[in-house]
Protein backbone atom coordinates (compact mmCIF):
# COMPACT_ATOMS: atom_id res chain seq x y z
CA UNK A 1 0.00 0.00 0.00
CA UNK A 2 2.06 3.08 -1.65
CA UNK A 3 1.30 6.22 -0.05
CA UNK A 4 -0.18 8.75 -2.23
CA UNK A 5 -0.45 12.42 -1.92
CA UNK A 6 -2.99 15.11 -2.14
CA UNK A 7 -2.28 18.20 -4.74
CA UNK A 8 -0.50 20.83 -3.01
CA UNK A 9 -3.60 23.50 -2.74
CA UNK A 10 -5.80 20.68 -1.28
CA UNK A 11 -2.97 19.77 1.33
CA UNK A 12 -2.53 23.43 2.27
CA UNK A 13 -6.69 23.96 3.12
CA UNK A 14 -5.99 20.27 5.22
CA UNK A 15 -3.36 21.87 6.82
CA UNK A 16 -4.65 25.56 7.45
CA UNK A 17 -8.41 23.96 8.20
CA UNK A 18 -6.54 21.54 10.89
CA UNK A 19 -4.37 24.33 12.75
CA UNK A 20 -7.80 26.19 13.17
CA UNK A 21 -10.00 25.77 16.44
CA UNK A 22 -13.68 25.11 16.40
CA UNK A 23 -14.06 23.35 13.14
CA UNK A 24 -17.48 22.73 12.02
CA UNK A 25 -18.98 19.30 10.77
CA UNK A 26 -18.54 19.78 7.33
CA UNK A 27 -14.65 20.70 7.95
CA UNK A 28 -13.94 17.65 10.09
CA UNK A 29 -15.37 16.12 7.54
CA UNK A 30 -12.97 17.58 4.93
CA UNK A 31 -9.82 17.41 7.27
CA UNK A 32 -10.33 13.81 7.91
CA UNK A 33 -11.41 12.81 4.42
CA UNK A 34 -8.08 14.57 3.46
CA UNK A 35 -5.99 12.93 5.41
CA UNK A 36 -7.19 9.45 5.25
CA UNK A 37 -6.73 10.22 1.11
CA UNK A 38 -2.82 11.55 2.11
CA UNK A 39 -2.75 8.20 3.93
CA UNK A 40 -4.26 5.60 1.32
CA UNK A 41 -4.61 2.65 3.38
CA UNK A 42 -6.92 1.05 5.73
CA UNK A 43 -7.97 1.90 9.05
CA UNK A 44 -9.29 1.05 12.07
CA UNK A 45 -11.72 3.48 14.33
CA UNK A 46 -8.93 3.57 16.90
CA UNK A 47 -6.42 4.59 14.26
CA UNK A 48 -8.98 7.03 13.01
CA UNK A 49 -9.43 8.98 16.09
CA UNK A 50 -5.44 9.03 16.80
CA UNK A 51 -5.36 10.34 12.92
CA UNK A 52 -7.98 12.75 13.62
CA UNK A 53 -6.28 14.36 16.49
CA UNK A 54 -3.20 14.94 14.06
CA UNK A 55 -5.25 16.80 12.43
CA UNK A 56 -7.50 18.80 14.64
CA UNK A 57 -10.16 16.52 15.05
CA UNK A 58 -10.89 16.10 18.57
CA UNK A 59 -11.22 11.81 18.83
CA UNK A 60 -14.74 12.04 20.47
CA UNK A 61 -15.81 13.36 17.24
CA UNK A 62 -14.35 10.93 14.93
CA UNK A 63 -17.08 8.15 14.70
CA UNK A 64 -19.72 10.75 13.89
CA UNK A 65 -17.65 11.85 11.06
CA UNK A 66 -16.61 9.09 10.14
CA UNK A 67 -20.31 7.31 9.98
CA UNK A 68 -21.19 10.50 8.19
CA UNK A 69 -18.81 10.11 5.49
CA UNK A 70 -19.75 6.15 4.88
CA UNK A 71 -22.95 7.74 4.75
CA UNK A 72 -22.61 9.71 1.68
CA UNK A 73 -19.97 6.99 0.22
CA UNK A 74 -16.84 9.05 0.85
CA UNK A 75 -15.02 6.61 2.85
CA UNK A 76 -15.78 2.66 2.24
CA UNK A 77 -16.27 0.29 4.83
CA UNK A 78 -16.54 -3.23 5.62
CA UNK A 79 -15.60 -6.16 8.43
CA UNK A 80 -12.89 -8.53 8.51
CA UNK A 81 -13.46 -10.89 11.46
CA UNK A 82 -14.64 -8.99 14.33
CA UNK A 83 -12.74 -5.36 12.94
CA UNK A 84 -14.57 -2.83 11.20
CA UNK A 85 -12.10 -1.60 8.53
CA UNK A 86 -12.33 2.01 6.78
CA UNK A 87 -10.62 3.20 4.04
CA UNK A 88 -11.08 6.21 1.51
CA UNK A 89 -8.95 5.79 -1.86
CA UNK A 90 -7.29 7.53 -4.93
CA UNK A 91 -9.94 6.20 -7.74
CA UNK A 92 -7.12 4.52 -9.46
CA UNK A 93 -6.24 2.56 -6.44
CA UNK A 94 -9.50 1.68 -5.34
CA UNK A 95 -9.86 -1.54 -7.41
CA UNK A 96 -6.49 -3.16 -6.89
CA UNK A 97 -6.82 -2.85 -2.71
CA UNK A 98 -10.08 -4.19 -3.20
CA UNK A 99 -8.98 -7.43 -4.78
CA UNK A 100 -5.93 -7.47 -2.33
CA UNK A 101 -8.42 -7.07 0.52
CA UNK A 102 -10.73 -9.91 -0.96
CA UNK A 103 -7.66 -12.18 -0.78
CA UNK A 104 -6.95 -11.51 2.50
CA UNK A 105 -10.50 -12.56 3.68
CA UNK A 106 -10.33 -15.31 1.50
CA UNK A 107 -7.11 -16.48 2.87
CA UNK A 108 -8.27 -15.76 6.94
CA UNK A 109 -11.06 -18.11 5.99
CA UNK A 110 -9.25 -20.95 4.46
CA UNK A 111 -6.95 -20.57 7.35
CA UNK A 112 -9.95 -20.54 9.76
CA UNK A 113 -10.84 -23.86 8.45
CA UNK A 114 -7.55 -25.42 8.32
CA UNK A 115 -7.00 -24.48 11.90
CA UNK A 116 -10.78 -26.26 12.80
CA UNK A 117 -9.20 -29.75 10.73
CA UNK A 118 -6.21 -29.06 12.71
CA UNK A 119 -8.20 -29.36 15.88
CA UNK A 120 -10.00 -32.40 15.12
CA UNK A 121 -6.79 -34.08 14.01
CA UNK A 122 -5.38 -32.89 17.58
CA UNK A 123 -8.11 -34.78 18.80
CA UNK A 124 -7.97 -38.00 17.14
CA UNK A 125 -4.24 -38.09 18.14
CA UNK A 126 -4.86 -37.14 21.95
CA UNK A 127 -6.49 -40.50 22.45
CA UNK A 128 -3.05 -42.07 21.10
CA UNK A 129 -0.51 -43.67 23.74
CA UNK A 130 2.66 -43.64 21.47
CA UNK A 131 3.23 -42.33 17.67
CA UNK A 132 4.18 -44.49 15.01
CA UNK A 133 6.82 -43.50 12.64
CA UNK A 134 4.44 -42.63 9.84
CA UNK A 135 2.28 -40.83 11.99
CA UNK A 136 5.58 -38.79 13.49
CA UNK A 137 6.34 -38.48 9.46
CA UNK A 138 3.10 -36.73 9.31
CA UNK A 139 3.28 -34.19 12.12
CA UNK A 140 7.06 -33.45 11.12
CA UNK A 141 5.32 -32.82 7.90
CA UNK A 142 2.44 -30.10 8.73
CA UNK A 143 4.89 -28.41 11.34
CA UNK A 144 6.73 -27.83 9.19
CA UNK A 145 4.35 -26.62 6.40
CA UNK A 146 2.58 -24.44 9.29
CA UNK A 147 6.37 -22.80 9.79
CA UNK A 148 6.65 -22.19 6.22
CA UNK A 149 3.74 -20.37 5.96
CA UNK A 150 4.21 -18.46 8.69
CA UNK A 151 7.46 -17.07 7.06
CA UNK A 152 6.12 -16.80 3.53
CA UNK A 153 3.40 -14.56 4.81
CA UNK A 154 5.81 -12.54 6.80
CA UNK A 155 7.74 -11.97 3.78
CA UNK A 156 4.75 -10.92 2.55
CA UNK A 157 4.32 -8.29 5.40
CA UNK A 158 7.86 -7.33 5.39
CA UNK A 159 7.45 -6.23 1.70
CA UNK A 160 4.56 -4.52 1.89
CA UNK A 161 5.39 -2.46 5.09
CA UNK A 162 8.59 -1.47 2.67
CA UNK A 163 6.65 0.22 0.10
CA UNK A 164 4.58 2.87 2.61
CA UNK A 165 2.10 3.36 5.56
CA UNK A 166 -0.26 1.14 4.49
CA UNK A 167 -2.32 -0.75 7.17
CA UNK A 168 -1.97 -4.83 7.22
CA UNK A 169 -3.44 -5.79 10.33
CA UNK A 170 -5.39 -8.60 8.58
CA UNK A 171 -2.26 -10.39 7.43
CA UNK A 172 -0.73 -9.99 10.68
CA UNK A 173 -2.97 -11.39 12.21
CA UNK A 174 -3.22 -14.42 9.67
CA UNK A 175 0.41 -14.96 10.48
CA UNK A 176 -0.72 -15.64 14.15
CA UNK A 177 -3.27 -17.81 13.39
CA UNK A 178 -0.40 -19.44 11.65
CA UNK A 179 2.23 -19.88 14.46
CA UNK A 180 -0.53 -21.15 16.48
CA UNK A 181 -1.57 -23.96 14.24
CA UNK A 182 1.97 -24.86 14.30
CA UNK A 183 2.83 -24.14 17.71
CA UNK A 184 -0.59 -26.83 18.39
CA UNK A 185 0.93 -29.41 16.32
CA UNK A 186 4.51 -29.05 18.10
CA UNK A 187 2.28 -29.26 21.26
CA UNK A 188 0.75 -32.61 19.83
CA UNK A 189 4.35 -34.07 19.54
CA UNK A 190 5.85 -33.06 22.89
CA UNK A 191 2.79 -34.58 24.25
CA UNK A 192 2.72 -37.72 22.42
CA UNK A 193 7.04 -37.93 23.63
CA UNK A 194 6.54 -37.42 27.40
CA UNK A 195 3.69 -39.98 26.55
CA UNK A 196 6.37 -42.54 24.82
CA UNK A 197 8.94 -41.78 27.19
CA UNK A 198 6.82 -42.64 30.93
CA UNK A 199 5.54 -45.76 29.03
CA UNK A 200 9.53 -46.38 28.44
CA UNK A 201 10.27 -45.90 32.02
CA UNK A 202 13.83 -44.39 31.03
CA UNK A 203 14.63 -46.79 28.99
CA UNK A 204 14.46 -44.55 25.95
CA UNK A 205 16.02 -40.76 26.50
CA UNK A 206 14.34 -37.09 25.21
CA UNK A 207 17.20 -37.27 22.40
CA UNK A 208 16.81 -40.54 21.64
CA UNK A 209 13.31 -40.23 20.84
CA UNK A 210 13.70 -36.87 18.89
CA UNK A 211 16.90 -38.94 16.85
CA UNK A 212 14.36 -41.86 16.36
CA UNK A 213 11.77 -39.69 14.46
CA UNK A 214 14.26 -36.99 12.82
CA UNK A 215 13.85 -34.21 15.05
CA UNK A 216 15.77 -31.92 15.86
CA UNK A 217 17.49 -31.10 18.72
CA UNK A 218 16.50 -28.09 19.67
CA UNK A 219 12.72 -28.72 18.50
CA UNK A 220 10.36 -26.57 20.43
CA UNK A 221 7.52 -24.19 19.75
CA UNK A 222 7.88 -21.51 17.62
CA UNK A 223 8.81 -17.70 19.49
Not at 107 to 128: C, F, H, I, T
Amino acid sequence: FCSSFLPLESQFVVDRMSKRKGLSFDEKKSVLLGAMHNEAAFFTLKELETLGKSKGVIPQAVKEVVEALVADGSVQSDKVGSQALFWALPSQKVSALKNKRQRLVEDNERLQKELEQLKSELADLGSQAVPSEQEAAELRARVATERKRREDLKSKVEALERCGPGKISEMKRQIVVAKEAANRWADNIITLRSMFLREQRGDVSSGMFNKTFNLPEDFDYLE
